[in-house]
C-alpha cells in the first residue's frame, strides 16, 4: 500500500511538471486562435482575401487547448459535480465515495483515450482530410484529442490511487 | 425493452452518477457509454470519440472559450471598479442612485464580460463596501450585486444563449438581440426597487446615519471618469457592430473581442507582460475546459438518448398529455426551476432541449422567445440555493456578510426576476421585438 502511494506521489509529481508545459502550450494556442479569427475579419474586409482556412486553423487551436489542459483542470479539480451528498457521510464512506467517482472517471476516461487513438490512427493510415476546401489532416486535432484524454487518464490514476491509499483525509478537496 | 423502459432507466442512472458526485461531464459520458454497450450496436462505441470530436469541433461551440478570454481579460484588470466609480459618480444625485450605479455597471460589465460569477466579483469588491459604508444593509448590497451579475447570461454575448441556439438550431443573432429587451426590462426592475429600498432605508435611519448624508461630485470629477471607461464601452459596441453589421461570424466576432480586450487592457492599464497575461489565459482554459467537457459529454449523452428514442418518446409522451399551451409552458419553466437547484444552465439545456423543445414547437411557442424566459429563469438559479454560484462569490467577496442576510438579500430579486418572466411571456415582443425590427420577422 506504501508503495502504491508512492508511486502515486511520484506520478502525480511528474505530472504536475507535464501539466505545466501543456498549459503553456494551451495559452498559445488559445491566442492563436483568437488572433486568426481576427485576422479572418481583417483580410476579407480590408485586404479582400478569400478566408477558407481560419475557421478551421483556430477550431485545431481551440480543440488542441481543450483536450491538452484536461488533465491540468482535474489536477486542479476544477470539473464541477454535484456535491449534495458531501459531508454527509462519515469519512471512511466519504473517502470510499471519493475513490469510486475517481475510478469510475479513470475508467471512462482510459477508455476514451483507447478510442482516440484509434480514431487518430485510423485518420492517419486512411489520411482522412475535412470536407472544406482547405482540407487539412484531420489525424491532428484527433492526436491533439487522445494525447490529451490520455494525460487526463493518467491524473486519474494518480488521483485514485492516492485516495485509495494512505493519503489523510485532510488531503481531501474541499 | 420500450424505449419508456430504457428511458426510466436511463433517468434514473443519470441522477444516481450525478448525485453520487462524479463530475458532470465524466456522469454524462460514463451513463452514455453504458447505455451505448448495453443498448446499441457495437460499432457505436468505435464511433464514440469520433460523434464527441464532431459535435465539440463546431466554430460557433469553440466560440465559447474566446468570449472566455474576453470576459477574463476585462474581469481581471481594473475595469469593474472604475466602470462602478464612474456610475457611482453620474448617479451619486439621484436618490438610490448608489444601487441604481451598481445595476448599471452591473448590466454594463456583464455585457462586456459575458460572465455572471466575474460580474459579481469586479463590481461587488467595489460596490459592496461603498454601499455598506454609505449605509445600507448588508443583505440589500450583496443582493443587488448577485442579481445584477445574473445579467452576464442573458445580456449577449451569452455562452447560455450560444448553447441554446446550437440546441434549439435557431439564429444566434437574433438570440443575442431578444436578450436586449428583457435585459433592459430586468436593470429597470432592479433599478427602481433600488430607490423603493433607498427610501424604505433612509426613513428607517437613525440621526448621524451616513444614509442621510448627499455626496455631490463636480462636473471635472465627472468628466475625469470617462476616459477610463469609455474605451470599453467602445469595445461594446464595436463588437456589436462588428457582429449585426455583418463584418464577422460570431466565432470571429469572439476572437476579435478576446483580441480588443488584451490590447485594451494592454493600453489602458499596462497589462502587457507575460505575468499579466498568463492568470488570464489559465483561468480562461480552466473554465472553458470544464465547460467544454460537459457540452462535449451532453451532446454524447443527447446523441445516445436520442438514439434509443428516449428523447423522442418523452416529448411524444408529453404532446400526448395535451395539456394547454400555458400549463406546458408553466411546467416546463417548473422543471428548469427545478433542475437549476442542482445544475448549471450549460447542462439544463444539453439535456432538456431534445426533451422539451418539440413539445413546445407543436404548441406553437417562438423558440427564440422561449429561450429568453428559460435563459431568465436559469439566471434565478445562479442566485437561489443550494448552488445559487453568485451568492458563493459574493460570500467569498464580503465574508463578514452572513450567508442568512445574502439569501433575504436575493429573494426580493428572484422574486422581481419571475414576475419579468411573466411580463414577458405576456408581452413577447419585449423579447422578439428587437431582433424582428433588426433582422426581419423569422422565416418558419
Redesign the interface.
Known sequence: MHALHLFALKLNRSLAKLHGML?AL??LS??A??????Y??FAR?FFKLTTDWQ?EA??FC??G??FL??G??QM?R?????????GLLPVRLEQA??F??DL??L???S??AW??W??CHEAWAENYTTSSSWGPPLWI??AL?AMGVSVLALQLLAQTLMFGGVVPSKDHPK | MSATTIGLIFGAATLMAMFSGLPIAYALGAVALLFMYFFMPASALDTVTQNVYEEMASVTLLSIPLFILKGAAIGKSRAGQDLYAAMHVWMGRIPGGLGIANVFACALFAAMAGSSPATCSAIGSAGIPEMRKRGYSPGFAAGIIAAGGTLGILLPPSITMILYAVASEQSLGRLFLAGIGPGILLVAMFASYAVFRYRKERSCASAGSPLLSIETFSVREKFEMLPRVLPFVILLIGVMVALYGGYATPSETAGLGAVLALTLIAVVYGMWRPRDVSPILASTIKESTMLMFIIGMSLLFSYVMSYLHISQAVAQGIVELQLSRWFLLAAILLLVVALGFFLPPVSIILMTAPIILPPLKAAGFDLIWFGVLMTIVMETGLIHPPVGLNIFVIKNIAPDIMLKDIIWGVLPFVILMLLAVVLIALMPSIATGLPNLLMGLPTR
Open positions: 498549459l494551451g495559452m488559445l491566442l486562435a483568437a488572433v486568426v479569427l481576427t479572418s475579419v474586409y475557421d483556430a477550431v481551440l480543440v487547448t481543450t489542459c484536461a491540468q483542470v486542479l476544477g470539473h464541477i459535480g454535484i456535491e449534495a451528498i458531501k465515495r471519493y469510486l467517482i469510475t472517471a475508467v471512462f476516461c477508455f476514451f478510442k482516440s484509434t480514431l486535432p484527433y484529442m
